[in-house]
């Protein structure tokens, strides 16, 4: 693994969990509180959904540079 990609995925999980700090304080804002079970849900969905977002994007690179996105010309000619 490159320097750079340990970086980002650095970057992301810190930047995750900012924005989960964020929230934090506008549910308390709104007097509802979440228990134990809410908040293992809240974390695993936004590492979930970070984890499912980065292998997507992986994956549509790694198509892009293997030649899989190229167009093909047309049979007969």
Known sequence: M???????????????????WG??????????GLSGHGWFAYILGGVLTLGLSAGLFALSFYSARHGH????????S
Do not use: E, K, N
């Not at 996105?69 to 007969?76: H, M, Q, R, S, Y």
């Open 2 to 20: 490159s320097r750079t990609f340990i970086v980002w995925i650095v970057a992301a999980l810190v930047g995750l969990g900012a924005l989960l």
């Open 69 to 76: 996105d190229d167009i093909d010309p047309p049979a007969g």
């Open 23 to 32: 929230a934090t304080f506008f549910w308390q804002g709104l007097g509802s």
